[in-house]
Nanobody, 133 residues
Framework: QLQLLESGGGLVQSGGSLRLSCVAS????????FGWFRQAPGQGREGVSC????????YYETSLKDRFTISNDNAKKTIYLDINNAKPEDTATYFC??????????????????????????WGEGTLVTVSA
């Protein structure tokens, strides 16, 4: 059974840091790419970052790449998302997602990399991050 389980969300002060974890149970990591997406209250889902565990290749939404870092521990089947210098606008539910492919789904819009959430096949239930001002 394929399951993605996020954890690590919570309350963080503006300027602080937080690490989110996603345990990918049942997945053969070398056959998938994994992404982090977020959805703020009342807004649509937004891509944050994506990673290919087979070689560590990473993709970032252009506007977020300076403060977010995606990484993995294949032995633990875990994908991480580090949030640094958190801002109130980072308040959202963060979701882990997987796609059986070797390339993270993305497009370039006006020179900006945009991750495509609609192509992801498996989703976790999310973990809430709240950044206080």
């Amino acid at each position: 059974q394929l399951q993605l389980l996020e954890s690590g969300g919570g309350l963080v002060q503006s300027g602080g840091s937080l690490r989110l974890s996603c345990v990918a149970s049942g997945f053969a990591l070398d056959q998938y790419v994994f992404g982090w997406f977020r959805q703020a209250p009342g807004q649509g889902r937004e891509g944050v970052s994506c990673l290919r565990p087979s070689d560590g290749r990473t993709y970032y939404e252009t506007s977020l790449k300076d403060r977010f870092t995606i990484s993995n521990d294949n032995a633990k089947k875990t994908i991480y998302l580090d949030i640094n210098n958190a801002k109130p606008e980072d308040t959202a539910t963060y979701f882990c997602a997987a796609l059986r492919d070797t390339t993270c789904p993305s497009t370039v819009v006006n020179g900006r990399i945009v991750l495509n959430d609609r192509e992801m096949e498996n989703w976790g239930e999310g973990t809430l991050v709240t950044v206080s001002a």
